[in-house]
Each structure stands twice: as structure tokens, then as C-alpha cells.
Antibody, heavy 119, light 107 residues
């Protein structure tokens, strides 16, 4: 069965970086894009970016440009999301999600990773 | 960016009620619209894709419709496990924006 398993909770100080992993299984890893979405406490869902695991090309939401980097390791079927220059407003649960195409939608989600930014 | 506006932001309902949530896009998105259910502390779960297609395994009391800019999600015969938050998302163009969510609470 399809699974996306994310790394555990992280605590960082303002200005630091964090790297969250998302390990996929149960499907052909390089055939489906992976998206990242975050949710601040008590807030709605916010789309951050997308990566093509075949080749590694990525696209980011404008507000995260320059701070977020998505990478992929096909040998381990893992996608990584690195967010730099962290500030308190980046405290959120970060989710990876698999895209099903034609028509596009996010059919499987990771369990989420809480990133807390606090001095 | 395409803005998605959901209403209401919250509602109270009883078991057995029929509930309707609306989602409006700031520009036409054809039927590139998904609906998700989210329970506290859990990841979103896909309910509906392409505006009206029920995801496999989702109960038939969930239905949705719409095209262009206006969309609705309807839950018929509300069950205890349906008390949750619901989010719409456009997948017409990146960034794939979400509505602000609707919390369905027990009356």
C-alpha cells in the first residue's frame, strides 16, 4: 500500500535551517510528483512547492522562493524539504503529499512533521 | 495566485443533518477542485477530486459539484465521524491554493 513516512519533530532557533524527509513506498517513486504543504497552529493549509522525483526539477510558491529547497533521492525513494532562515512564523506542521495526475489531486499524505521555531 | 474563499468558516450541526460548504475561486478553474477532510492532529484526507469525483473508500453521503468558480461539498445524513474540518483546493495552476477551511462542529 502507498505510504509516505516523514521524519520526526524538530526544534530550531530563529535563523537556523531545518530539513524534513518524506520516504515513499508502495508505488513507483519516480512516476508521481510530491508536494509540500504546511499548516501553522490553528490555521489553514498552505502550499509550498512541488518536486518531480524523476530528475528533481522543483517549483516553489513565491513567498518561499529563496528559502525553501526540495530535493529527491531516488535510491531511497525519499524527498527532502529544507527551509532556511527560520522565523517564529514558520512554526507549523509540514506535510508531504503525492500527486495523482489526470486529473491532478493529492491522494496520499504523510503523517506530518511539527517544526517549532523558538529562541 | 488564485484565491479560494470558503464559507462558512464554521458551522454547528446535528447527527443526521445535511450540511453544505461552498468554495469560490477568484478566477475560473474548470473542475480542478479537490476537497479534503482533516481531523485534529491528523493529515488531510482526500474526499473529492475533479470537483465531483468521490475518492475510493469515501462514503456516498459525501457529494460535491461545481465548475468554473463556484463549488459545493454536501454531507448528507451527518455522522459522528464527520465532525472535522474541510478544505477545498484548486489544482488548476500553481501555487495550488487552499480555502481557509470550514470546521463542522456538533450542535
Amino acid at each position: 500500500q502507498v505510504q509516505l513516512v516523514q521524519s520526526g519533530a524538530e526544534v530550531r532557533k530563529p535563523g537556523a535551517s531545518v530539513k524534513v524527509s518524506c520516504k515513499a513506498s508502495g508505488y513507483s517513486f519516480t512516476s508521481y510528483y510530491i508536494h509540500w504543504v504546511r499548516q501553522a497552529p490553528g490555521q489553514g493549509l498552505e502550499w509550498m512547492g512541488i518536486i518531480n522525483p524523476s530528475g528533481g526539477s522543483a517549483s516553489y510558491a513565491q513567498r518561499f522562493q529563496g528559502r525553501v529547497t526540495l530535493t529527491t533521492d531516488a535510491s531511497t525513494s525519499t524527498v527532502y524539504m529544507e527551509l532556511s532562515s527560520l522565523r517564529s512564523e514558520d512554526t507549523a506542521v509540514y506535510y508531504c503529499a503525492k500527486e495523482m495526475i489526470a486529473p491532478s489531486h493529492l491522494d496520499y499524505w504523510g503523517q506530518g512533521t511539527l517544526v517549532t521555531v523558538s529562541s | 495566485d488564485i484565491q479560494m474563499t470558503q464559507s462558512p468558516s464554521s458551522l454547528s450541526a446535528s447527527v443526521g443533518d445535511r450540511v453544505t460548504i461552498t468554495c469560490r475561486a477568484s478566477q475560473r478553474i474548470d473542475t480542478y477542485l479537490s476537497w479534503y477532510q482533516q481531523k485534529p492532529g491528523k493529515a488531510p484526507k482526500l474526499l473529492i477530486y475533479a470537483a465531483s469525483n468521490l475518492q475510493t473508500g469515501v462514503p456516498s453521503r459525501f457529494s460535491a459539484s461545481g465548475s468554473g468558480t463556484d463549488f459545493t461539498l454536501t454531507i448528507s445524513n451527518l455522522q459522528p465521524e464527520d465532525f472535522a474540518s474541510y478544505h477545498c483546493q484548486q489544482t488548476y495552476s500553481t501555487p495550488w491554493t487552499f480555502g481557509q477551511g470550514t470546521k463542522v462542529e456538533i450542535k
